[in-house]
């Protein structure tokens, strides 16, 4: 049993701001020891933060794995910054190959935004870069994690908290990390290579003659006739991902204390590889409080879906013996679970995973296709198939497409009809019987800064195709448009459109930015965020004002899309340069 | 204290009334969607009755699209990467050529062996083999196929690789154009143009024209469809057409529908990448190649029990 480390309480290790030579630092700042990784983290703070980069063995739930750690931990230290002060953070490379570490959501200088190729060259082996940061200009809850390759599913990230420089106005008796990830003994590029070449290789949920899916014959029909799988809603799962909580498996029993009537705020990072979590603790109402490291104005949920690189913080006031944090995969192949404990191993029960979820003629692009129905119900499975002329349906009308969106075997789809999903609680969770949050639920705490009205737009298309495992913006690969960035000009405001034609949600992560949903909210607190989950078939929109000078990664945080080609610069030019 | 947060914007209704009207053109785009407004007209209630507080989202603001316009001139005038002006272009051009490669520009190498089998038919125990592997990216690929037959203790009876060229033309075909060698009988060399891929309800389908350096003029037809009886045991059944424009009696072929394969297996897959399986394939030569085949003595039609494994890497 594992209790976590209660991070208002820094007595944990810091870094060592004094260099004293080898000798006086610990074992994995040294490196190259190599012992077995621990799980669960330490606390790092200061003026000057040392990180190692390191590799070793590492058993989960009893099954075992190689994987990179940082200062000997997955996930690595929490990384705990202030607000209004410069920090230097010391990365040492013990890799055999290249490593980076990227800061997921900070403001900082692109060339220390830590991606090798677009901001800086990387860190080579045996080599220590220093990210030189000036004073932060944010507060709120982050991550980090590794840019180079497929390290990030190998156990390279770790939480980052700001705090604020004035009073928090968030108020809580205890301020808990909760980061969630995966575990597989399998490298990373033997689950990239699987899915390139095995479709659905690590669904075990497909449809078959024995399951207990509620499709007609009809149904299946028309799914098998369009070459795509109503089950399509992971591509990487509990098949073999054991779902991590603060790097603990269920079975390790994280707890997090309080005493009844405390108030407890958790701050819930998504820092897997490829998935999407349904985070929701039965019994206990949850408050979020904070989205993607923002505050928002509180809203009252259930259960909130958390997409890969997404944080949402949220305050709950526990009143019973034990709460069971359920943090349930997207495609409810596995859980992450962690316990709210008044006393130390005070449990309560584990619900079991709730049905597999199925894909809808909504997360085909055919999102009006349900006004004939009135609601959800009329999507997909529920509706008369047999009515439907599924020969006039048209998956892949490619003449909707704008001119820059590149028709090609790359494209396997295209949402005839994409309606804005914002208001969507995400897949599965549409019929669930109690309040999920969607992205129109929030709006920003704090005014805006920015008040213009977008002075253009641009729509960019997600693209992909299934079958052959290839994922872009605009039907391009990244490497086919390696050298053509989307630009923008300085402190230019630009409404971005972002449409699905996949039948996959996508988490968009633009780097060293915060855009504004266009959610509905006042336009002075449409909230800020810096993932974006497109939700299958449907669009998401944001106002961007582009006033940090650089070269940007712009892509889609699952990683292994990311790595099939999702991926794109954005450049923001200097009126000055950029030196 | 025990607000949950000390916010001091509170409640501001009047702004989603006004939000209200004319938000059935959101960003005065598609038409009237009336589903997206349900929705969030449901949230916009759920949260009301459940929180209270002053979420008055789900009505998209009624701001006019703007322009759909290429960057500003202002967009294009800083260097072409910033980063070179930090660090240099020499130390970044290796990240750099590395980023773009790992980012979509990806090759693999696959190999499946899709029947590899002994087959019992009246008496006689046979073997076959159906191996192909590629190497390449998603578009081009370098594509390998051999397959043949023959008796166990015996010799063989066909034998034949191909080397193609793979290009996808497609979101699920690709074409194919290279060259076949036959290995076994009177030897031949033909050029090959055909494709390969996912038909609609899933079928698999390699279909492929052939041209000897005699001349002839033959096809292949080939067709598998997984039926998943379970998430591990699977029902393929299969067929095979082969066709000729000319009799070729060297070869025991006919003009016409030279044969005709139809085969059922029953596979367990203990891992999606290793299969055995069992299973029942019917020939029947047809035409003319059913005279070629009584001629030689043989039975134009030939039923087999098959066992075998499916698997790949
Ligand atoms: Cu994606």
Redesign the pocket.
């Known amino acids: 049993m594992q209790v976590s480390i209660n991070t208002t309480r820094r007595s944990l290790i810091k870094s060592a701001v004094a260099i004293g030579g080898l000798a006086a630092m610990p074992a994995w700042a040294r490196g190259v020891s190599h012992g077995p990784i621990r799980q669960g983290f330490d606390e790092v703070s200061g003026r000057v933060i040392d990180l190692a980069v390191g590799e070793g063995p590492i058993a989960v739930a009893g099954r075992r794995g190689h994987a990179f750690a940082v200062n000997g931990s997955i996930p690595g230290p929490l990384v705990r910054l202030k607000e209004g002060e410069p920090v230097t953070l010391r990365v040492a490379n013990r890799l055999a190959e290249d490593t980076s570490i990227h800061w997921h959501g900070l403001l900082v200088p692109f060339q220390f935004d830590g991606v090798p190729g677009v901001s800086f060259p990387g860190i080579k082996p045996g080599e220590t870069f220093v990210y030189e940061m000036p004073a932060l200009r944010q507060a709120g809850t982050y991550w980090w994690h590794s840019h180079s390759g497929l390290q990030e599913q190998a156990g390279h990230y770790g939480p980052l908290i700001v705090d604020p420089a004035g009073p928090d106005p968030v108020e809580a008796d205890r301020d808990y990390v909760l980061m969630l990830s995966e575990f597989t003994p399998l490298h990373p590029h033997t689950i990239m290579a699987k899915l390139k070449k095995g479709e659905e290789y690590f669904n075990r949920q497909k449809t078959s003659w024995t399951d207990e899916y509620p499709l007609s014959g009809a149904d299946r029909r028309m799914w098998a006739g369009m070459r795509m799988m109503p089950t399509d809603i992971a591509d990487v799962t509990g098949s073999t991902y054991t779902y991590l909580a603060n790097g603990h498996a269920p079975s390790d029993g994280l707890e997090y204390l309080f005493k009844p009537g405390e108030r407890v705020r958790l701050r819930v990072i998504n820092g897997s590889a490829m998935s999407f979590f349904n985070v929701r603790i039965p019994g206990v109402r949850m408050t979020v409080v904070q989205a993607d490291g923002k505050n928002v104005r509180p809203v009252e949920v259930d259960e909130f879906q958390i997409g890969t690189a997404e944080t949402y913080d949220i305050v709950v006031e526990p009143t019973g013996e034990a709460h069971t944090i359920v943090a349930e995969a997207m495609d409810r192949s596995g859980m992450a679970v962690a316990t709210l404990a008044s006393r130390p191993g005070a449990r309560a029960p584990v619900p079991p995973l709730r049905d597999p979820v199925l894909l809808t003629m909504k997360d085909m692009g055919h999102g009006s296709m349900d006004h004939s129905g009135m609601d959800h119900a009329a999507m997909g499975h529920d509706m008369p198939m047999g009515e439907m002329d599924h020969g006039a349906m048209n998956m892949r009308d490619t003449s909707t497409l704008p001119a820059d969106v590149k028709v090609g075997p790359g494209l396997d789809m295209v949402s005839a009809e994409p309606i804005d999903r914002m208001g969507d609680p995400g897949l599965g969770l549409d019929k669930i019987g109690h309040k999920v949050l969607t992205y129109n639920d929030l709006s920003a705490l704090e005014p805006n800064d920015d008040s213009r009205s977008p002075s253009r737009s641009m729509e960019i298309h997600l693209t992909g195709n299934m079958e052959r495992y290839m994922?872009s913006f605009d039907g391009k690969k990244f490497n086919a448009v390696a050298d053509q960035p989307i630009r923008f000009a300085f402190n230019e405001r630009v409404r971005v459109k972002l449409v699905n034609d996949t039948m996959?949600a996508?988490p968009i992560h633009l780097h060293g930015h915060f855009f504004e949903l266009v959610n509905g909210a006042d336009r002075m607190h449409q909230p800020q965020k810096h993932t974006v989950i497109v939700q299958p078939g449907g669009s998401a929109t944001f106002d961007l004002t582009a006033d940090e000078v650089g070269d940007w990664a712009f892509h889609?945080h699952?990683l292994y899309?990311m790595h099939a080609g999702?991926f794109q610069v954005v450049t923001v030019a200097s009126p000055e340069g950029v030196a | 204290m025990r607000t949950v947060i000390a916010f001091a914007i509170v409640a501001v209704p009047v702004p989603a009334l006004a939000q209200h009207e004319g938000h059935g053109q959101p960003e005065g785009e598609k038409p009237v969607d009336h589903s997206a407004m349900d929705h969030s007209q449901m949230d916009h209630g759920a949260v009301a009755a459940t929180s209270g507080g002053p979420v008055l989202q789900g009505l998209k603001l009624d701001i006019p699209k703007p322009p759909e316009a290429p960057p500003p001139a202002a967009a294009g005038s800083g260097p072409p990467r910033a980063a070179d002006a930090i660090w240099g272009a020499e130390a970044m051009r290796e990240s750099r050529e590395a980023l773009a490669r790992e980012n979509g520009g990806m090759t693999l190498f696959w190999v499946q062996g899709d029947r590899l089998e002994l087959r019992s038919r009246e008496g006689h125990d046979g073997f076959l083999w159906d191996i192909q592997g590629w190497y390449g990216g998603d578009i081009d690929k370098l594509w390998v196929k051999t397959e043949g037959e023959g008796e166990v203790n015996g010799p063989l009876e066909d034998a034949e690789v191909q080397a193609l060229w793979s290009h996808a033309i497609g979101p699920w075909f690709d074409l194919q154009a290279g060259v076949r060698q036959d290995l076994t009988g009177p030897e031949r060399t033909h050029a090959v143009i055909g494709v390969q891929g996912l038909a609609p309800y899933l079928f698999e389908v390699d279909a492929a024209a052939f041209v000897s350096n005699k001349g002839d003029i033959t096809a292949r037809i080939e067709a598998e469809l997984d039926q998943r009886i379970t998430q591990s045991l699977i029902l393929q059944p299969r067929m095979e057409l082969g066709l000729s424009a000319q009799d070729i009696p060297e070869l025991g072929v006919g003009a016409g529908i030279d044969h005709f394969e139809a085969g059922l297996r029953l596979r367990y897959e203990f891992a999606p990448e290793f299969a055995p399986y069992v299973g029942i394939e019917q020939e029947w030569k047809l035409g003319d190649s059913a005279n070629f085949a009584r001629l030689e003595g043989e039975d134009p039609s030939v039923t087999s029990v098959v066992v075998g494994v499916r698997f790949w890497f």
């Open positions: 994922w996959m996508h889609c699952l899309h999702m």
